[in-house]
């Protein structure tokens, strides 16, 4: 548990943290387990490395749970995946007791009405802590988000509220899902992928990455203490010298 480890005094954290959450299904097959198994042990890690950045003093995390491309998985996949999610959201009183705020971003039309009301009771009921803010991805996709926003203000263009040269890449910010969260700095990355798969595309922008091997179900308080420590060595200069 993240308690039992002593928090280490950094000078420089990264503002918004995003996690992709990735190698659930090869920590069950190494195990001879169905995939769904490494699904429910990658929940465990997600609450700890949660709490973890509330005591690390990060202000955002994000954590990549399902994207617009993951209904191609097995039925079966897929059901316990969103299975986990309903189950979490029951759970996640522990958060509320811990004072994190908790956010929801993605596509929410294509989610169950059952699934949609905790994640509105879950965001009022956490709304008001201003120390942490734990954003969970689902039914995400960066270009689906583009996407999105191109049609809203397209929508006021029509309607005359906004004219196409007062369109700037701050409004394209504000139509976001995350709108008025700051843009991702760090991404971290386990189970040996380096890609980006659509998460946060247009927040990352300038952001640094970390990658490690680690599969996510194995992915520790140290590793994550050890990821973050990196980022106060990194030199960003946005586009600058
Ligand atoms: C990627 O690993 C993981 C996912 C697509 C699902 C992640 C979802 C969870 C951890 C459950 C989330 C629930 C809550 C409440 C946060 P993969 O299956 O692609 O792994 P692989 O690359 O080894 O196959």
Redesign the pocket.
Known sequence: MAKDIAVPELDTVPVHVGV??????????KRGLP?KF??????K???AITRRAKQLGIKYIT?????TE?WK?PKD?VDS?MA??E???DEVKDFIDEEIRVRFIGDRTALSETLREKMRNTEESSKHFTDTTMI?AINYGGQDEICNAVKRISEKVKNGEVDTSEITTEMITEHLYTEDIPPVDYIIRP?G?MRLSNFMIWQAAYAEYYFTNI???DFSVADFDKAIKEYGDRSRRFGGV
């Open positions: 992709i959450m990735d190698g659930n299904g090869r920590w069950a097959k995939r490494g699904h429910r042990e990658g929940v890690t997600f609450r954590f990549y749970a399902f994207s993951n998985r996949e995946i986990l999610f189950k979490n959201l969970l189970s992928e599969l996510w179900p």
